[in-house]
């Protein structure tokens, strides 16, 4: 990922239907209460005023994390990363989207995909934690 794609969200009232309900992925369930509203952006910044946006992923580094060519990821560049999280980095002047490892003799940040190779970061690197990705939205229905 060379050149981010980044969308700022735009506070606005657009609600949508929100049913507070979990969907159970084995038997169904009936649903039992009317719908409430939900403005998704402001679901998706759990109440952060600064420091959320929105990138678009290019590329398929990442596909065992469940993050695909294409999707759209809500990431903020205010929290502190920890290992374990999938982060958008700078690394000499480029960006990747990784998982950000602390292995005990420095960083390391891992692709979701096997096709690709693990990147140790050196001293020798400029390096950056640019944002934290808090969620993935993509697409399930094939467009038609």
């Not at 402001?42 to 946006?53: I, N, Q």
């Not at 695909?68 to 502190?80: A, E, I």
């Amino acid at each position: 990922m060379n050149a981010l794609q980044v969308f700022l969200p735009q506070m606005s009232e657009n609600l949508s239907p929100f049913f507070p309900i979990a969907v159970s992925a084995g038997p169904g369930k009936a649903v039992e209460t009317g719908p409430d509203w939900i403005n998704i952006d402001e679901y998706l910044r759990r109440g952060r005023k600064d420091g959320v946006m929105y990138l678009r992923v290019s590329g398929d580094s990442c596909v065992q994390f469940g993050i695909f060519d294409n999707d759209l990821l809500s990431v903020c560049r205010g929290s502190s990363a920890q290992t374990g999280d999938i982060v958008v980095a700078e690394v000499n002047g480029e960006f990747t989207l990784k998982k950000l490892e602390d292995q005990h003799r420095g960083l390391r940040l891992v692709p979701g995909n096997d096709a690709y190779e693990s990147r140790e970061i050196t001293p020798a690197d400029t390096f950056t934690i640019w944002a934290v990705v808090d969620y993935v939205i993509h697409r399930v229905r094939r467009a038609a």
